[in-house]
């Protein structure tokens, strides 16, 4: 079905969700169980009168039930609550990075992932300022030096980071690099010569992917470190987006396995 057909179907209950601020919290609270009406009063800072005759509409709709005092969330109304959570997270997400969603390159990063994105909010996000641009790449380097897993998609090579990851090697990290054409023909510098010296470890996998992408990211237990180019094809070493925490790298993770389904083995442990 036609999306602007399937908008004309869903158009009342898009109205509602954006009408009425009420019952859109309702309904993010009830997404993680059941409350009574004066539990969500009391949360939503919302007289009882209101929140009774919000969840009398989400009855009507099939979105909220009713069992004894406590009220929950529907099939329907899970789905729609997850769909509604995800579209909030990425709009703040967005809002708050705004100059770099502007003005980065975002072709190489699939629509179904750019659809989850919000996934990044729930996690702290560390950038670079003007005054002193290479701190996010500071941090990212000393974080991935005590990680113990290590994923990572280089179409780029940032000064040190083949020295580092191979120190994670040595230590037992478990390390998996994705190498473009383009990294896998400039192994022969010293910055990339410790590349080669990770194929003599048994925990270490490197893969080739072919095609040029404007895109490298690192995923560790902890942190997803996500570089981007600039609209105007650009490398902007100075912008990473930084994130800590397990939905951030649950997306990073996603992306990785993104990139490796279409990636040759170069080596395997």
Not at 8 to 13: G, N, V
Request: net charge negative.
């Amino acid at each position: 079905m036609p999306t602007l057909d399937c908008y004309d179907l869903a158009i009342d209950q898009l109205k509602a969700f954006t009408r009425s601020s009420v019952r859109t919290q309702i309904m993010l609270c009830l997404k993680d169980g059941s409350m009574a009406a004066v539990d969500l009063g009391n949360k939503l800072n919302i007289r009882a009168s209101t929140v009774l005759h919000a969840l009398k509409q989400m009855i009507e709709d099939g979105q909220v039930n009713k069992s004894d005092l406590y009220y929950s969330l529907t099939n329907i109304g899970k789905i729609h609550s997850i769909h509604l959570d995800e579209l909030t997270s990425a709009i703040v997400l967005l809002e708050q990075h705004k100059n770099y969603w502007l003005t980065h390159d975002l072709s190489a990063v699939p629509d179904y992932l750019l659809s989850n994105i919000g996934m990044l909010i729930h996690s702290q996000t560390i950038s670079s300022d003007a005054t002193a641009p290479l701190n996010s790449l500071d941090n990212f380097m000393v974080e991935v030096s005590k990680s113990e897993i290590v994923r990572g998609f280089s179409s780029f090579i940032i000064p040190g980071f083949a020295e580092l990851v191979q120190n994670c090697a040595k230590r037992g990290a478990r390390v998996d690099l994705i190498l473009t054409d383009a990294i896998l023909k400039i192994i022969s510098t010293t910055q990339a010569s410790s590349l080669i010296k990770l194929q003599d470890f048994d925990n270490v996998n490197l893969y080739h992917y072919g095609p040029a992408v404007n895109i490298g990211f690192t995923v560790t237990e902890s942190l997803l470190a996500l570089g981007l180019y600039r609209t105007d094809g650009r490398l902007d070493l100075g912008s990473e987006i930084i994130c800590i925490g397990k939905s951030a790298t649950d997306w990073g993770n996603q992306l990785f396995e993104y990139y490796k389904k279409d990636s040759k083995l170069i080596k395997s442990s």
